[in-house]
């Protein structure tokens, strides 16, 4: 019943490179976060979209882009991976900002080395 | 003061004990209110909605003091499957309009 996945579910990447996180949804929600999760962090959002091409930065935007061309998709790119952006990812998506719950995909591990 | 502060845990508790957990937001403007529970290596799923006059899911009591800026999670008869990470989350209406994820407070129930 997976209405969000995320892909890559895991990957290695090594410092220097850049490196895109993909969250596509089939629910047709307006709203879609970038999350990541650290040890002693909780979740801390990177940026959201409110609609197609509308996006925003969230508290730790810095070294992390994205896009979204469709309201399907939502693209995390790291332009150029550091060994701090090591962390798991979350994408999430809501009908409404911040005041209905948000649904989350399954993670995606990122290894940085 | 942090945004959204629990205490970490873990709480460690018997089977059929009831446990409480707290969190404090530092907004008195803020709006929505969620407990989320997180299993290990999973994603986090929406537990229960916490709503101003307070609401009751089977064994999960969920309270609101707006006043004390305050929200509280009471688990009743612990179960084994009970163990996971339990996030508080608060829409704290101030700039980004998203919510605001406590760090969680870690249950473990034994046996």
């Known amino acids: ?113 | 003061r942090k945004e959204v502060e629990q205490d970490p845990g873990p709480f460690n508790v018997p089977e059929g004990a009831t446990v409480a957990f707290n969190c404090t937001y530092s907004n008195s403007a803020s709006q929505s209110f969620f407990w989320y529970r997180q299993d290990c290596r999973k994603e986090p799923k929406l537990l229960m909605s916490v709503y101003s006059s307070g609401n009751e899911d089977g064994r999960f009591t969920a309270q609101l003091n707006r006043a004390s800026q305050y929200i509280s999670l009471l688990i009743r008869d612990s179960k084994l499957s009970d163990s996971a990470t339990y996030l508080c989350v608060v829409n704290l209406n101030s700039g980004y309009s998203t919510l605001t994820f406590g760090k969680g407070t870690m249950l473990l129930v034994s046996p």
């Not at chain 1, 579910?9 to 976060?33: A, D, F, I, S, W």
């Not at chain 1, 999350?35 to 979209?49: E, F, K, N, V």
């Not at chain 1, 609609?51 to 693209?75: C, I, P, Q």
């Open chain 1, 1 to 113: 019943d997976a209405g969000i996945t995320q892909s890559p579910r895991h990957k290695v990447t090594e410092t220097g490179t850049p490196v895109t996180l993909r969250c596509h949804q089939t629910e047709n929600h307006r709203y879609m976060y970038w999350y990541r999760q650290d040890p002693g962090h909780g979740l801390r959002l990177i940026h959201y979209s409110y609609g197609v091409k509308d996006t925003d930065k969230g508290e730790v935007s810095d070294g992390y882009s994205v896009s979204r061309s469709k309201t399907e998709d939502f693209l995390l790119t790291l332009e150029s991976a550091t060994s701090s952006q090591t962390s798991v990812y979350f994408c999430a998506i809501s009908e409404s900002s911040g005041f209905g719950d948000y649904t989350f995909g399954s993670g995606t591990r990122l290894t940085v080395v």
